[in-house]
């Protein structure tokens, strides 16, 4: 058991040594966020991260004269991120709760919030009550979403979990969902950004609380200290009501670009040209090293899997039924923030998703890797043993060549999961294409064309894999 | 090592195989001397194919001593690579190399194992081509070949190797009736030239024509062997007597 955890894990560690690392004399810390979180935090027309957390905490780190990276990902990474010292603080709308304080050291609270309950605009639904049997969107590891489910005993409806506020308030906007519970401030900045939902309970906030920025429990004191002594300053010389006004007081246009930039599919497309080719690279980049490195790993689990020594065939088969059962998504997480946990090892996120891909991807090819082996008939390994060629030999001379000519297809088909398997990544907080398709969304609310925009992208991705590989087949037939 | 002792190229003895309950080989012993043809009838599933893959080890006996060439290859401390470069075999379904031309399958081992430089090789493959009757097919694919000519050129790859036995497991069974007679022509120049050679066949008109020895397998015993005029003409064994009356008048 321990040799297969060793290998997948000498793996990681190669890969961590070859990220680059960040060296600085004055204090740098690594904050998380999350970045669909208007007007808290959130992406702006230049994708740029902004909002109220966001000029908020450069404030902050100005006077405090320290520096720190700002990592955007989904509001539960960014949260357990913190919780196991993968990074030094949160600053995501965090409420202030008892349980949380168990984990997490609070600073001062930077803003007054309650949960408001939500519906579409011309809903039919009047009160709590006629939420029974229908179902509530909520957005996991919320504070606003525990508010909602408290209520669910209560009034009987059924709940669907989501991981970025937008699907979920497109989800109710659409009406797939009846209401959903959100911060007040975050839904009202939504709806008047042009959101087709309704309050419900503008002046009655349920489970009034505040926000809080964090880090882990009884870590970063002096991160903790100069947030609260830079927000007390900020405070009082008028520059937090300065940053608060300039965005609820804001009009869409301010932040999310005009109408026209927002409303056709090539205003979108001119618009986010940038972030949309990086992300674009960004999916690129993960497909082509993670296709290399899976296939070599994959190739190598399925030479084991047929070698004559039954330790090394029984090693392929563990880790080939291990990675091959992991769904990806709990892989990338394990990998990203379990195991950095255990280890105290931090790891970049990208450098995660790579391993997630070799891991889950390279699992899958070394299973048909080793099937195409033990496809080429039995005859052909007894005929080259008789004429004395050692076991390795004949593998290598006549079994392999026969085998990889059966795999070909197998092989492109993989290479097209692994590229529509990048956009689990998102998960991890990459900035890929999925993700910026969530950060543009995020600021504009157009679910339809942007997704549409994305999927397109994908398509055509997939058709040039798809060109290249067989390309590539016909050549190797051809010789 | 006595004159006697070298002449006898297999020596076989108290030899035991079992799959699971099915005991397959029972007490097997046979030597077989240099330049001898022995040929091996009996009916199917008799054991003439496992006892014949023991020969070279693809097959593993229980217990029991296989002597080739002076090698025990029932000894684990023998290389048993370095054993089957002198023992050459024939497969009832040819399993040429697929990824190879003809030329490339017959130079393969010699060139791998370092016997033959790649030259050599190549003009010992022409040469060998030009005994089996398919000079013409040098540099075609195998897959292009018919039944019969993959024979032939599946016992040049085995000649190749300049091997000082050679076994055929029913190297006609595969083929159709008028392919089978340039395969057995190209065996019987090998007998001819002095080959060791240890055959399983229903070729009952060639045993008779090649064979020093003919010897009748029977539910993993062998039940009688002798001359071919012996066994085909005044068979004793009753359960030979009832497989040639089988087989003669089939
Ligand atoms: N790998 C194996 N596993 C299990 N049983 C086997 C195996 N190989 C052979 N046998 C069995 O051993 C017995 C002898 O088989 P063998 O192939 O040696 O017979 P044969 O005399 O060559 O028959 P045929 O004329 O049909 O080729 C048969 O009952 C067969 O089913
Ligand atoms: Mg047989």
Redesign the pocket.
């Known amino acids: 058991m321990l040799k297969k955890f060793g290998f997948g894990f000498a793996a990681i560690v190669l890969l961590w040594l070859m990220a680059p690392t960040v060296s600085a004399n004055e204090p740098h810390y690594t904050i998380t966020t999350d970045a669909t979180y208007a007007p808290f935090t959130f992406q702006d027309k230049n994708s740029q991260y902004v909002g109220i957390e966001q000029d908020m905490m450069k404030a902050i780190a100005k006077r405090e004269g320290f520096t720190y990276t700002m990592k955007p990902m989904s509001f539960n990474s960014a949260a357990q991120l913190v919780s196991n010292g993968q990074a030094d603080g949160i600053i995501a709308g965090m409420s202030i709760t008892p349980e949380r304080r168990q984990v997490y050291d609070f600073s001062t609270p930077y803003y007054k919030t309650g949960v408001a309950w939500i519906v579409k605009k011309d809903s039919k639904i009047k009160s709590l009550e006629d939420l029974k049997g229908q179902t509530v969107a909520l957005k996991t590891g919320t504070a606003a979403s525990e508010y909602g489910l408290s209520l669910q005993a209560k009034y009987g409806f059924k709940v669907k979990y989501f991981n970025d506020t937008d699907t979920m308030y497109n989800d109710v906007a659409v009406g797939n969902s009846a209401a959903t519970f959100e911060d007040m401030p975050v839904i009202q900045y939504a709806i008047k950004n042009g959101m087709k939902l309704k309050v419900m309970n503008p002046n009655q906030p349920g489970n009034a609380g505040s926000y809080g920025f964090a880090v882990e429990k009884h870590k970063n004191k002096a991160l903790l200290t100069a947030f609260n002594r830079g927000f007390a300053a900020i405070k009082k010389d008028g520059t937090y009501d300065k940053i608060v006004a300039k965005y609820l007081g804001a009009s869409q246009a301010t932040f999310s670009g005009t109408k026209a930039d927002n409303e056709t599919v090539f205003g979108i497309l001119k618009s986010n040209q940038q972030a949309l080719v990086s992300g674009l690279w960004q999916t690129i980049e993960l497909t082509v090293i993670a296709i290399v490195l899976a296939s070599i790993w994959g190739i190598l689990l399925g030479v084991m899997g047929v070698s004559q020594m039954a330790w090394v065939r029984g090693l392929s088969t563990t880790i080939i039924y291990i990675f091959r059962g992991l769904p990806l998504m709990v892989l990338a997480f394990f990998i990203y923030i379990g195991l950095p946990g255990l280890t105290g090892v931090k790891i970049p996120a990208f450098t995660a998703g790579i391993v997630t891909l070799i891991l889950n991807e390279g699992a899958y090819t070394g299973a048909f890797v080793r099937g195409g082996f033990e496809a080429v008939d039995r005859g052909q390994m007894e005929a080259a043993r008789s004429l004395g060629l050692p076991y390795g030999k004949a593998m290598r001379r006549v079994i392999m060549p026969q085998g990889l000519r059966i795999m070909v297809p197998s092989f492109i088909n993989q290479f097209i999961i692994t590229l529509k398997d990048t956009s689990i990544l998102s998960a991890i907080g990459l900035l890929e294409l999925t993700q910026t398709g969530s950060l543009i969304v995020a600021r504009n609310s157009q679910g339809f064309r942007v997704w549409a925009i994305i999927a397109i992208v994908y398509l055509i991705l997939i058709t040039l894999l798809t060109w290249l590989s067989r390309w590539v087949e016909n050549k190797m037939t051809m010789q | 090592m006595s004159d006697a002792q070298t002449k006898v190229k297999v020596h076989v003895e108290n030899v035991n195989k079992s ?1 699971g309950d ?1 005991h ?1 080989l029972r007490d097997i012993s046979l030597d077989v001397s240099e330049n001898e043809v022995v040929v091996m009838i ?1 009916p ?8 014949l893959r023991m020969l070279n080890q693809l097959e593993t006996p229980d217990n029991g001593t296989i002597v080739v060439d002076g090698f025990d290859i029932s000894d684990k401390a023998t290389d048993i690579n370095k054993v089957r470069e002198n023992i050459g075999m024939v497969f009832q379904n040819f399993n040429l190399f697929n990824n190879y031309t003809v030329l490339e399958n017959i130079m393969l081992a010699p060139v791998e194992l370092g016997k033959l430089d790649k030259a050599a090789a190549e003009k010992k493959a022409r040469e060998l081509l030009a005994t089996v009757g398919l000079s013409d097919k040098a540099d075609v694919s195998v897959n292009s070949l018919s039944g019969g000519q993959k024979q032939r050129i599946a016992i040049a790859r085995a000649l190749a190797m300049s091997p000082d036995v050679m076994l055929f497991d ?1 190297p006609t069974s595969a083929l159709d009736p008028e392919m089978v007679g340039d395969v057995l022509n190209v065996m019987k120049n090998l007998a001819d030239s002095g080959m060791t050679m240890i055959i ?1 066949t229903h070729e009952m008109g060639f045993a008779k024509q090649v064979a020093d020895r003919v010897v009748f ?1 029977e539910s993993g015993k062998i039940q009688e062997s002798g001359t071919p005029e012996a066994v085909f003409n005044t068979p004793k064994n009753a359960r030979l007597q009832e497989f040639l009356s089988k087989v003669m008048h089939a």
């Not at chain 2, 199917?44 to 006892?51: A, E, I, L, Y």
């Open positions: 799959y099915n397959v009996g199917s599933g008799s054991g003439k194919s496992t006892f029913e399983v397998f």
